[in-house]
C-alpha cells in the first residue's frame, strides 16, 4: 500500500494531491507497544511495536533506529 491503488483510487488513510504523477503522505499511522522484553543477563530490553494501518510500503524504508533516536542507549532494530 503506497497510496494510490491498483486502479488509481485513493487508498485508506493516504491524502493524494493533484499533481501528476501524484504525491500521497500516510494521514494516519498508530504505533503500539506489543511486548517489551528484558533481556537476562543484559543491559537491553526488546520493544516489539505493531503499526496501523499494515503493509504501507514504505514500512520497509524507515531507519526505525533515528525515529527513536532520543534514547541515550544504543538502538538495534531487528
Known sequence: MDGCSSSC???????????SPSVCQLMN?????????K??????????????PTGVAF?????????FDKFSHDLSVI
Open 9 to 19: 483510487q485513493v487508498e485508506a488513510n493516504f491524502n493524494c494531491d493533484s499533481a
Open 29 to 37: 499511522m498508530t504505533i503500539s507497544v506489543v511486548a517489551l522484553k
Open 39 to 52: 533481556m537476562e543477563g543484559k543491559n537491553e530490553v526488546v520493544l516489539s511495536l505493531d503499526l496501523s
Open 59 to 67: 514500512y520497509e524504508d524507515v531507519d526505525w533506529a533515528k525515529a
